[in-house]
T-cell receptor, first 117, second 114 residues
Framework: GAGVSQSPSNKVTEKGKDVELRCDPISGHTALYWYRQSLGQGLEFLIYFQGNSAPDKSGLPSDRFSAERTGGSVSTLTIQRTQQEDSAVYLC???????????????FGPGTRLTVL | GENVEQHPSTLSVQEGDSAVIKCTYSDSASNYFPWYKQELGKGPQLIIDIRSNVGEKKDQRIAVTLNKTAKHFSLHITETQPEDSAVYFCAAPNRPGGYQKVTFGTGTKLQVIP
């Protein structure tokens, strides 16, 4: 079946511009995550959506970053007034149940490579 | 929250040799430990995971061991092949129970030399 998709695959923007990154999770997955991966670095947690619960925004680095998830499916990560240090690969992942003992595998999309000039 | 440390950051092995990557975690209540493989230009993909009720799990050439007393777990790849070259991440949940938010290690870049 279809996996997690992200668009665009690459985005080049000028410093100060706003950008929107899109994530289409696997159908039926209730949990959705955004991560940032700088060149050669690990996965930095940004935000987590679970069903209709309030999102966990504890990883967002500044108020320039925001995300929403409409209808429990598609999610958009928005970065306002982009800075050069925002350049990274932004990864989205989705997952199923939160029940203890359930399969907690996260399925990742291919990422969006953002370059801020 | 959970703190995960991963070593080494880079690892080069000859084809056919074994590779071992180690991670430590801080939350003694953590009960789920996945390993992800990230190939160049792709998102990470789960390759194996272990829950705290077992000490070892194998899947063909890969295995994971868990020592809850010492709070560390390791990935073992035997008979390495060039296609094993990738970045590997360990992870541990931020909270106990079924929560899915995890903290990832900093990654190990494995190079298998033909």
């Amino acid at each position: 079946g279809a996996g997690v998709s992200q668009s665009p695959s690459n985005k080049v923007t000028e410093k100060g511009k706003d950008v929107e990154l899109r994530c289409d999770p696997i159908s039926g997955h209730t949990a959705l995550y955004w991560y940032r991966q700088s060149l050669g670095q690990g996965l930095e947690f940004l935000i987590y959506f679970q069903g209709n619960s309030a999102p966990d925004k504890s990883g967002l680095p500044s108020d320039r970053f925001s995300a929403e998830r409409t209808g429990g499916s598609v999610s958009t990560l928005t970065i306002q007034r982009t800075q050069q240090e925002d350049s990274a690969v932004y990864l989205c992942a989705s997952s199923t149940s939160t029940l203890a003992g359930a399969d907690n595998e996260q399925f990742f999309g291919p990422g969006t490579r953002l370059t801020v000039l | 929250g959970e703190n995960v440390e991963q070593h080494p950051s880079t690892l080069s092995v000859q084809e056919g040799d074994s590779a071992v990557i180690k991670c430590t975690y801080s939350d003694s209540a953590s009960n789920y430990f996945p390993w992800y493989k990230q190939e160049l230009g792709k998102g990470p993909q789960l390759i194996i995971d272990i829950r705290s009720n077992v000490g070892e799990k194998k899947d063909q050439r890969i295995a994971v061991t868990l020592n809850k007393t010492a709070k560390h777990f390791s990935l073992h790849i035997t008979e390495t092949q060039p296609e094993d070259s990738a970045v590997y991440f360990c992870a541990a949940p931020n909270r106990p129970g079924g929560y899915q938010k995890v903290t990832f290690g900093t990654g190990t870049k494995l190079q298998v030399i033909p």
